[in-house]
């Protein structure tokens, strides 16, 4: 017990020294079942709010982020919000997963605390319903509808359409795109075939990739994180398939083919935010950054991932802060404020409006080559009005 | 000084405050806990909130496993069918007080039906039927969209007073700590009466129970219908305080945590169960300030620290296992044993 009021005293005495401090709460995954890709992102974002602190601040004044794990469990993620926002006082927080945020939606309403979590779940994309939700990369859905389109334009038998089949956990995260890639399959001429299902976690997916095979796909779609992804690429190696695979943001960075191996050689992945180390003008602070703090650790995109949400908060804190509207609705305007808002090619331009919460709906396709992630297309999709929150 | 105590009757043998000081402890106790709530701050309320939901659920569970021997895996499913009965009736207009014993007794019936194995099956087979009524529940809450929402889960609208919603946890503590209470002197008196006494003499020995006239399934069904129930209304209460429910509230592993509660608390023991259920969230919680506060003060540290967080309770709880197998229930009894023996404790 008594280190534990030690540590409160620490914490009030932090508090307590600085006054003209702005605190922003994260909500990161380090132990659950998506800490593989929530680690890198959490620290991105960290790296993002020291880098920030060093270099002048919210117009000179501090941010401090009270961060919190909680293991992708949607109880932990509710008693963490309850405490930020009514014991911390946080202007806003930086969060993680589709479950909670979802989970959390109406109550971030009521309270007016901007959310900006890291599910890109279409589902909180219309500010009709869910108004303090905002995410940094085009829609899961959005991401979903551009790789099928690449893989409409891939598709070179003209003879018959290309079968396509999903894969996605039976959780909020795993179904947020399907519905919308359900019919944009139908809307451009791709047969879905076979959807499988897989648990939370799993070291074998064998008896889905034999469904799969039976169902005769071209091409499929992971709807999971890394450690998944990289098992399904391995066993659907071993079966000697000749189906396509691509994967979604948290399934593909350079940590998939240093897992997955020679697995990975040849499958495609939605890039919303760019690899570490890409040569594009915004790289520069976070190599700087790199090099003066731990030269020695390597990065991958969900660690640019996490300066990119820094980059646009800490940009909405400073124009809510010349407003001089530093509050829950008053960084919930200056967000609705960007209009392409260039982070330097860490991402795409951000927009925000009081209606639509599409900050882009460019995606870029990456592909691995003998082992190095490659470009290989952009698909934009047009901002329809009907698939706003779908 | 009371230097121990001496009954003159059955009566006094029989009753559950042996002294008159335990009464005054006991109401002191309550004075404060319903004081708490008007100080404490929104983050401890919730704390408090789920550990008096924690103590219901482990109650239940405790009924079933350890006053009548029948493990169980199945008390997530259990607080998953409380919760969306609630959020089902809720959602159509029923009033809290109909909702929440409503809930119990849905649970309460789904207990019993997934109890019916329990005629034949003992031990770790009866877990593994248990964990199978686990896993139908959860496809049934990711599946009957219309009714659950499916993944993306279902909101609950706030329990209302005459009109006034309690829309936040200082309020919900006045409806979740009685309800809390009463389920406990519920359960306390359970077991004077004499289905309590057939439960324990089911878990003693059945085949004994049956000689001496317990009718064994029966009764092994009915300590599934009040375990059941238990652990729906905290399924209930549960809904009520997240205001949001999904499959993703109800894993597994919130059955493991509860089996852990009681084992810490004590099996078979009332007092244990609200013991563990207390020690076992409040561990949590402290423990993940500490790891916020060390981070804070060791920001490179922060992803080594986390996991420390896991690693750390699972130590705590191997230590308790290693040094008191009885539990903390059996802590409190030395404790309270020597100050009611004092000073002549032999």
């Known amino acids: 017990m008594h280190s534990i009021r030690t540590a409160l005293f620490v914490l009030c005495a932090a508090a307590a020294a600085g006054a003209q401090e702005i605190k922003v709460g994260g909500i990161f995954d380090l132990t659950g079942i998506t800490s593989d890709v929530g680690k890198p992102f959490a620290q991105g974002v960290r790296d993002g709010v020291q880098w920030t602190n060093e270099n002048g601040g919210i117009n000179g004044k501090k941010i401090r982020l009270v961060d919190v794990d909680y293991g992708y469990k949607i109880p932990e993620a509710v008693a963490a919000y309850k405490r930020m926002v009514g014991d911390d006082k946080v202007i806003m927080i930086n969060g993680w997963g589709t479950g909670d945020t979802e989970g959390l939606k109406a109550q971030v309403n009521q309270d007016k605390i901007p959310y900006l979590s890291a599910s890109f779940s279409g589902h909180l994309t219309d500010p009709s319903k869910t108004p303090y939700n905002f995410f940094v990369a085009p829609s899961y859905s959005d991401q979903l509808r551009a790789w099928l389109q690449w893989v409409k334009d891939d598709w070179k038998d003209k003879s018959r359409n290309p079968k396509v089949a999903f894969f996605y956990g039976d959780n909020a995260y795993g179904k947020a795109p399907i519905e919308a890639g359900r019919r944009y399959c139908k809307d451009i001429g791709v047969d879905l075939v076979d959807e499988e299902i897989v648990p939370g976690a799993f070291q074998d997916a064998t008896s889905q990739l034999l469904n799969m095979k039976q169902k005769g796909a071209d091409y499929a779609y992971i709807n999971v994180t890394t450690t998944g992804v990289s098992t399904i690429l391995r066993d659907a190696k071993k079966l000697g398939l000749a189906t396509k695979f691509g994967s979604n943001p948290y399934g593909f960075s350079e940590a998939l083919p240093q897992v997955a191996k020679e697995a990975a050689e040849g499958v495609t992945g939605v890039m919303p935010h760019v690899p570490f180390g890409e040569n594009v003008p915004g790289m520069k602070r976070l190599m700087d950054f790199h090099q003066k703090n731990h030269p020695q650790d390597t990065h991958d995109a969900l660690y640019v991932r996490g300066w990119s949400y820094v980059l646009v908060w800490t940009e909405a804190l400073k124009r809510a802060d010349k407003a001089k509207a530093l509050t829950g609705e008053g960084v919930k305007a200056a967000l609705e404020t960007f209009k392409d808002f260039d982070l330097g090619g860490l991402t795409e331009p951000v927009t925000y409006t009081s209606s639509d919460h599409r900050p882009s709906t460019k995606t870029p396709i990456y592909q691995i080559k003998s082992g190095k992630l490659t470009k290989v297309r952009e698909v934009e999709m047009p901002r329809k009005p009907e698939w706003l929150g779908l | ?346």
């Open chain 2, 1 to 346: 000084m009371l230097s121990g105590e001496f009954h003159t009757s059955y009566r006094a043998d029989m009753a559950i405050y042996e002294t008159a000081r335990a009464r005054r402890v006991l109401a002191a106790f309550l004075v404060v806990l319903f004081v708490l709530p008007f100080f404490g701050s929104p983050y401890w309320l919730d704390v408090l909130n789920r550990a008096a939901i924690a103590v219901i659920a482990a109650t239940g569970l405790n009924i079933l496993t350890g006053f009548t021997g029948q493990i169980s895996l199945g008390n997530a499913a259990f607080l998953a069918i409380g919760a969306y009965s609630t959020a089902y009736l809720a959602a159509r207009g029923v009033p809290f007080a109909l909702v929440i014993p409503a809930a119990g007794i849905v649970t309460a019936l789904a207990g019993m039906v997934f109890g019916v194995p329990s005629l034949r099956l003992k031990g770790l087979y009866l877990a593994m039927a248990t964990l199978a009524a686990h896993f139908i529940v959860e496809f049934l809450v990711t599946h009957w969209e219309s009714v659950t929402g499916g993944v993306n889960g279902t909101s609950v609208p706030a329990p209302s007073v005459f009109g006034l919603p309690l829309a936040n946890d200082r309020m919900l503590a006045f409806l979740i700590l009685p309800a809390c209470i009463a389920h406990l002197w519920f359960a306390k008196n359970l077991f004077r009466t004499r289905v309590g006494k057939a439960f324990v003499a089911i878990r003693d020995q059945d085949i004994s129970a049956e000689v001496m006239g317990v009718e064994v399934f029966r009764f092994k069904l009915l300590a599934f219908g009040v375990s059941s129930f238990y652990v729906g209304v905290a399924g209930s209460l549960l809904a009520y305080q997240a205001r949001i429910i999904s499959p993703e509230n109800f894993p597994l592993l919130v059955a493991i945590d509860q089996l852990g509660m009681i084992i810490i608390g004590g099996l078979g023991s009332i007092l244990g169960s609200i013991l563990g259920a207390v020690f076992w969230t409040f561990l949590n919680e402290g423990l993940r300030l500490m790891v916020s506060a060390l981070s804070g003060q060791f920001p490179g540290l922060v992803q080594q620290f986390a996991p420390l967080r896991l690693g750390v309770f699972g130590l705590i709880v191997i230590l308790f296992l290693v040094f008191e197998p009885d539990g903390l229930a059996a802590i409190w009894r030395r404790i309270r044993n020597w100050f009611r023996l004092y000073p002549f404790s032999y």
